[in-house]
Nanobody
Framework: QVQLVESGGGLVQAGGSLRLSCAAS????????MGWFRQAPGKEREFVAA????????YYLDSAKGRFTISRDIPKNMVYLQMNSLEPEDTAVYYC??????????????????????WGQGTEVTVSS
């Protein structure tokens, strides 16, 4: 059974940091893009960051550049999102996702939820002002 399980969310003050973790299991992810999305109450799900599992190329939401870092640990089948300088606007449920690009893909697609076919259950991040 393919599964993504997020952890690491919580309550933090503005300016603080959190590291989200995503444990991936059930298959090899060598042809996958691993992404983080977030969804705030009343808003659509929003792309945050993504990483090519094999090559390591990364993609970021503009407002996350310089504050967030996505990484993966291949032997451990883990994906991480290090979030620094958190702002109240970062408050949301954060989801880990995996999208199979077997063969090739267009870079612009990784920013869209439709590219991903496996989703975790989410972990809540609350940033207080």
């Amino acid at each position: 059974q393919v599964q993504l399980v997020e952890s690491g969310g919580g309550l933090v003050q503005a300016g603080g940091s959190l590291r989200l973790s995503c444990a991936a299991s059930g298959r090899t992810f060598s042809t996958y893009i691993m992404g983080w999305f977030r969804q705030a109450p009343g808003k659509e799900r929003e792309f945050v960051a993504a990483i090519n599992w094999s090559g390591g190329r990364t993609y970021y939401l503009d407002s996350a550049k310089g504050r967030f870092t996505i990484s993966r640990d291949i032997p451990k089948n883990m994906v991480y999102l290090q979030m620094n300088s958190l702002e109240p606007e970062d408050t949301a449920v954060y989801y880990c996702a995996a999208g199979d690009y077997t063969g090739s893909y267009t870079g612009s697609r990784v920013y869209t939820p439709g590219f991903y076919n496996i989703w975790g259950q989410g972990t809540e991040v609350t940033v207080s002002s």
